[in-house]
């Protein structure tokens, strides 16, 4: 069993910056391919960006590509999101991710973990 915990939320104006961190529970922590989601009022949860085990690969949603970026520091067993330009559209509870198996999962929104969410809230 893997907990995650997800941090960094809070209020910014549109342009500015948020970073996100999620702290693992398991010391395995570099097994684990991570990622971020987010799901905003009366919408589905959405992918939003995703991180292989080593840190090598990633992917990101076309609509933060350019704006947001994710890393892992596995020696902290920790995974950010920093989020930059944010828009109102970005507002949103934003939840980490993580699945042993493969980076394809945690993109396809099938990972193993889900962590509890923090608020994102961008104002015009």
């Known amino acids: 069993q893997v907990q995650l915990v997800g941090s960094g939320g809070g209020l910014v104006q549109a342009g500015g910056s948020l970073r996100l961190s999620c702290a693992a529970s398991r010391r395995t922590f570099s097994n684990y391919a991570m990622g971020w989601f987010r799901q905003a009022p009366g919408k589905e949860r959405e992918f939003v960006a995703a991180?292989?085990?080593?840190?090598?690969?990633?992917e990101y949603a076309d609509s933060v590509k350019g704006r947001f970026t994710i890393s892992r520091a596995n020696a902290k067993n920790t995974v950010h999101l920093q989020m930059n330009s944010l828009k109102p559209e970005d507002t949103a509870v934003y939840y980490c991710?993580?699945?042993?198996?493969?980076?394809?999962?945690?993109?396809?929104?099938?990972?193993?973990?889900w962590g509890q969410g923090t608020q994102v809230t961008v104002s015009s």
């Open positions: 991180i292989s085990r080593s840190g090598g690969n990633t």
């Open positions: 991710a993580a699945d042993e198996t493969a980076l394809s999962r945690v993109r396809a929104g099938v990972p193993d973990y």
